[in-house]
């Protein structure tokens, strides 16, 4: 059973940058394709960033792409979530999920299987 814990949140300005991490007890994420959403306040969870469990090619959100990335830790014992040039409108709760996605459901959050309990990240002058 995989148990995910995402952590590294928290309140930042505009411009700044956060680095959000995905860790698993219970094994090792190497096998699951991992992705993170968000939801802000009185909206829909929505797609993020994703990567792939085999190959390593990471999907972004157009909203997020180019200041976002996502990457796996050589260990395969967590993926992180750089973002960099944070706007107020990235302001959500972000989770991240792991799972089997094919590739045209990776964007997709019932392709998912686990999720985190989430962290709040807050962009606010």
């Known amino acids: 059973q995989v148990q995910l814990a995402d952590a590294g949140g928290g309140i930042v300005q505009p411009g700044d940058s956060l680095r959000l991490s995905c860790g698993s007890s219970g094994g090792t994420l190497s096998s699951y394709g991992i992705a993170w959403f968000r939801q802000a306040p009185g909206k829909e969870r929505e797609f993020v960033a994703a990567?792939?469990?085999?190959?390593?090619?990471?999907y972004y959100a157009d909203s997020v792409k180019g200041r976002f990335s996502i990457s796996r830790d050589r260990a395969a014992s967590a993926v992180h979530l750089q973002m960099n040039s944070l706007k107020p409108e990235d302001t959500a709760i972000y989770y991240c999920?792991?799972?089997?996605?094919?590739?045209?459901?990776?964007?997709?959050?019932?392709?998912?299987?686990?999720w985190g309990q989430g962290t709040q990240v807050t962009v606010s002058s």
């Open positions: 999920a792991a799972g089997r996605p094919i590739l045209s459901s990776i964007r997709t959050k019932e392709a998912y299987y686990y």
């Open positions: 990567i792939r469990q085999t190959g390593g090619t990471s």
